[in-house]
C-alpha cells in the first residue's frame, strides 16, 4: 500500500541523493531572490521610446521572416568545425538497405570473435 | 473465486487475447460507424489497460511474486518434468514493460481519434493499430522462445503496414520496406537462435533452457544471435539506420507505438542475457588467445562500447537533422544508448563480490531509463505529429513562431525537452543522474561522456525550440490552431506522468523498478518459481 510518506522520500543514488521538493525550495528561493534584485532597478525608463528597442548593432530592423534564424543555421560554426566527423556519419548513413544489413554482418563477426566462437 | 480474481488468473491471456479479438472485430463495427469503431478501439485498450494494472497489483503485493500462466488447461509433462504447453509468465521485469506499453497504447489510440480523422482506411489503421498492442504484449508477456519469436513477427508487419500507412507518399513505402527487410532478417536470426537451443535442450520455455543451458559452443552461436538480432530491433549503432527512416515517416500515433516495440525488443535482449544466459555469465571463462576474462566482463564491456557509439552518434546525427521527426528518432536512438550503458556496466560488476551495488544501481538507472525514455521521447513524437497537423511541415526550416497559436502544444514541448535532456525536476534526471554515477564508478569516462551528450542533447531541442516555437509569427502560420482535444488530452497523459514521475521518483523506483531489477538479477528464483508453479 502506497503511503503518504512515500511521495517525500528522497532517491538515495550510491553516493548521492536526488529529492525533487528540495530542489524546488531552492529554486524557489532563488527566483525570490532575482525577483528582488530586479525590483531594485531603475523605474524611470521611457517606453515607446529608444530606451526599450531592441539594439540591433545600428543596423535597421528586417522584416518578421527575416528575422527568425532558421534550423539549419542554428549550429553552422559547430558543424563547420566537425565538418570532417559529419563528412563521415553521412557517408555511413547511405540509406541503402543493403547496408544496413551489412552493418548487421558487421556487428555479428565483431560479436562472435569476442565471445570466441571463431 | 470472485470475477476479479478470475480475470486476475486468466490476465496473461486476456491481455493478449483482448486488442487481438478486437484488431479482428474491428473492420466488422467499421461497417456500423466510424464513431463506433473509433469508441470500440478505445474501450478495447482501456480494458485491457485495466487487466494490466489488475495483473500489475497482484504481482507487487508479493514480493518476488511470478503469475505463470499454462495454456491448455492442465499442464502436460514430459519425462523430464518440465512442462510441454506454451506458458505466459509474468515477473516484475515483465509487469514493468506492460505497464510502459499501457501508457503507449491509451495515449496513442486517444491521439488516433483526432490525428487520423482525415485519412481513409482507418479500418485498416485500427486492426493494425491493435494488432501491433497485442503483438507488443505478447513479446512481453511470453515466456516461450518460439511465442517470442511469433509475436515479434506479428509486431513487425503489423508495424510494417502501419509506417507505411500514407501510401501517397513514396518515402513512406520505402521506409515500410527497409523496416521490414530489418526486422525479417533480425527476427529469422532469432528464429535460428531458438533452433540451436531447441535442438540442444529439446525446449523451448524460458525458464527450462535456462536451467538447462551449458554454454557449450552451439549455445555460444546462440546468444551472439539472439543479442546481435534484438539489438538490430531496438536500433543500436551502427545498426540504427532502419529506425529515423521507419520513425520519421510513420504517423506519430504509430511512432508512439513503435517505440514501445523497440524497447519490447531491448527487454527481448535483457530476458536472453540476464534470465536464460544469467547463470552462466559468472561461472564461465572467455577465452581469447591465452587470456581467460569472465564471461560477463567481456559482454559487459563490449555493450559498453556499443553504448557510447550508440549515443555519440545518435546525439550527433540529431543535432544535424532539420527534419523534425528524424530529429526526435536519432535522440531516440541517443537514449536507446543511455540504458544499454547502464546494462553494460551492470554486467561488468553485478556479479562481481565487491562491487555488486554499484551494478545493481547502475541496472536500476538503466530500466528506470527504460519507462522514461518510452514516456519523454513518445511524447516529443506526439508534439511532432501536432505540428504537421496544425502545419503540414515537417523541416525545421520552415517553422517558426508556432509558441503564439500553440500554447498547450509549446508547453508539453517543453516538457518533453526538459524530460529527454535529463534537465531536473523531470523524470530523465532522476535515470540519468543513478547512470551517471553508478557508470562512474565502473569508469569516470564512460560518465563524462554521458553527461556531454546529455549536453548535446539539450542543445538539439533548444534548437526545435528556438526554429518552431520561437520567432516572430510567421504570415503563412496565420491560421494555424491548436490542435484538437483528444491530442491535447494523450499529450497531457504523458506529460502529467512525466512530471509525476519527475517529482516522485524514489517512489517509481521502489514500486515499479526494484521489482523489475530483482527479476533481472535473480535468475535462479525465475527458474523455480516458473517450473515449480507449473
Partial sequence: ??????????????????????????????????????????????????????????????????????????????????????????????GNVSDYILWFVIILGIFFIILGVI | MNIIDDIILHSPALIVAIPLLGAFLTPLVSKINDKLRNIFVIFIVLFTSAIVLLLANDIYLVCGKIHTYVFGGNAPITEGGFAIRILFEVDGLNIFMALIATILAIAGVIYSWAFMKENTGLDKYYTLYLLMIAGMYGMILTGDMFNFFVFLEITSIASCALIAFWTNKGKAIDAGFKYIVVS??????????????????????????????????????????????????????????????????????????????????????????????????????????????????????????????????????????????????????????????????????????????????????GVFHILNDALDVGLLFLVAGAIYYATKETSLNQLGGLARNMKYTTIFFLIGLLAVSGMPPMNGFASKLIIYESTYQVNPILSIIAILCSILLLAVFVKVFHSAFLGPKLPKFDNVKEVPKSMLLAMGIIATIIIFIGLFPDMVVNYIVQPAVNALTNNSNYISNVIGGI
Fill in chain 1, 1 to 94: 500500500m502506497i503511503e503518504i510518506q512515500d511521495f517525500l522520500r528522497t532517491l538515495a543514488t550510491n553516493s548521492g541523493f536526488w529529492n525533487p521538493l528540495i530542489w524546488g525550495i531552492i529554486i524557489f528561493i532563488a527566483l525570490l531572490i532575482a525577483y528582488i534584485i530586479r525590483g531594485r532597478g531603475k523605474k524611470e525608463y521611457k517606453k515607446q521610446t529608444e530606451q526599450t528597442k531592441v539594439f540591433l548593432s545600428g543596423n535597421p530592423e528586417l522584416e518578421k521572416e527575416e528575422m527568425h534564424v532558421k534550423a539549419s543555421n542554428v549550429y553552422w560554426g559547430f558543424m563547420e568545425s566537425f565538418k570532417w566527423l559529419y563528412n563521415g556519419l553521412e557517408k555511413m548513413h547511405t
Fill in chain 2, 184 to 365: 525479417a532478417t533480425g527476427a529469422l536470426f532469432v528464429l535460428f537462435a531458438i533452433a540451436i537451443l531447441y535442438g540442444q535442450y529439446n525446449a523451448l520455455n524460458m525458464a527450462v533452457l535456462a536451467s538447462k543451458i551449458q554454454f557449450s559452443f552451439l549455445d555460444k552461436i546462440a546468444l551472439v544471435i539472439l543479442i546481435s538480432g534484438l539489438a538490430m530491433k531496438a536500433g543500436i549503432v551502427p545498426m540504427h539506420m532502419w529506425l529515423p527512416d521507419a520513425y520519421g515517416r510513420a504517423p506519430a500515433s504509430v511512432t508512439l507505438i513503435l517505440v514501445g516495440v523497440t524497447q519490447a525488443s531491448l527487454y527481448g535482449a535483457l530476458r536472453m542475457i540476464f534470465t536464460l544466459y544469467g547463470g552462466k555469465l559468472t561461472t564461465t571463462m572467455n577465452q581469447i588467445g591465452d587470456v581467460s576474462i569472465d564471461l560477463n566482463l567481456v559482454l559487459g564491456i563490449f555493450i559498453v562500447g556499443l553504448a557510447l557509439l550508440t549515443i555519440f552518434i545518435g546525439v550527433l546525427m540529431a543535432l544535424k537533422e532539420n527534419n523534425f521527426k528524424r530529429m526526435i528518432a536519432f535522440a531516440a536512438v541517443a537514449e536507446i544508448g543511455y540504458m544499454i550503458l547502464a546494462i553494460g556496466a551492470a554486467l561488468t560488476t553485478v556479479f562481481s563480490t565487491n562491487d555488486a551495488g554499484t551494478g545493481m544501481m547502475a541496472l536500476k538507472g
